[in-house]
């Protein structure tokens, strides 16, 4: 997928800065509300587990590109895109039909060739689940590459000091 010149800011090829459509920073913590619809339960009216990672993805994505992050100048810009080469999911309790919920992301570390992540779903303050993600960088063969400088200079200021 190209991106397009909305998508992308001058000359770096990560994107550009801007609010995440449905999704804000609270300090170094990104925060995505959506609402649980009828598509995301089973029968009984329970988010269907796999979901969580939809929600997941989409969350992190929006808090990408607030960062100023577009996957496609990404992958366009600098041949680089990312991967999930980890995923650990603790689930705690259900998310219903109708409740609104938020996946909360936080960066852990930004090293040579990943990222590593923590986000947490969560309705009203209370955890339903707990993902713990690191995402690969690869260039379109597949293989490792090392995350491109603008990439790093966008994500740095999200990771602890020390994770950097």
Do not use: W
Request: charged share 25%.
């Amino acid at each position: 997928m190209a991106a397009t010149d909305a998508d992308t800011d001058s000359g770096t090829g990560v994107g550009a800065p801007g609010p995440a459509p449905g999704g804000r920073f609270e300090g170094t913590e990104h925060v995505y509300p959506l609402r649980v619809y009828h598509e995301d339960t089973d029968a009984g009216g329970i988010v269907y587990y796999a979901n969580y990672l939809k929600f997941a993805e989409r969350a992190r994505t929006e808090m990408m590109r607030g960062a100023g992050i577009s996957h496609g100048a990404l992958l366009d810009g600098h041949d680089a895109a990312f991967v999930v080469s980890r995923c650990v999911v603790d689930y705690r309790r259900p998310a219903l039909l109708d409740d609104v919920i938020e996946v909360r992301t936080t960066i852990g570390t930004v090293a040579g060739a990943h990222i590593e992540a923590v986000q947490r779903v969560e309705r009203a303050g209370e955890l339903l689940a707990s993902i713990g993600l690191r995402l690969g960088c690869v260039g379109r063969d597949g293989r490792a590459v090392r995350l491109p400088a603008p990439l790093r200079q966008a994500l740095s200021p999200l990771a602890p000091a020390g994770q950097r």
